[in-house]
Nanobody, 126 residues
Framework: QVQLVESGGGQVQAGDSLSLSCAFSGRTFEDYAMGWFRQAPGKEREFVAAITWSGSSTIYTDSVKGRFTIARDNAKNTMSLQMDSLKTEDTAVYYC???????????????????WGPGTQVTVTS
């Protein structure tokens, strides 16, 4: 089965940058589209970004466009999320997720993803 582990979370100040990484194991990485979601305290989990199996297509939620960049390295079985110009409203637990049914497409819907990591905390202070 797929195992996902996020890393790179922490506490930073508004305007700073942070890079998250997601390590994938257990299956063939290229068989999966990947995504990042986040959940802030008291709020529902929300979509952040997604990438197809090849990395040729990406999609972002409007609030992070131009600030966040999703990428993947199929040789290393890893996915990343580069977060620049962080805002206090980016504070959340960030989760990586894998989707195997349509790896050539990006999905913004959490229930379409098959596997999830435990999450990593990102805290942005003013």
């Amino acid at each position: 089965q797929v195992q996902l582990v996020e890393s790179g979370g922490g506490q930073v100040q508004a305007g700073d940058s942070l890079s998250l990484s997601c390590a994938f194991s257990g299956r063939t990485f290229e068989d999966y589209a990947m995504g990042w979601f986040r959940q802030a305290p008291g709020k529902e989990r929300e979509f952040v970004a997604a990438i197809t199996w090849s990395g040729s297509s990406t999609i972002y939620t409007d609030s992070v466009k131009g600030r966040f960049t999703i990428a993947r390295d199929n040789a290393k079985n890893t996915m990343s999320l580069q977060m620049d110009s962080l805002k206090t409203e980016d504070t959340a637990v960030y989760y990586c997720a894998a989707e195997r049914h349509t790896p050539w497409l990006t999905s913004t819907i959490d229930y379409e993803y098959d596997a999830w990591g435990p999450g990593t905390q990102v805290t942005v202070t003013s």
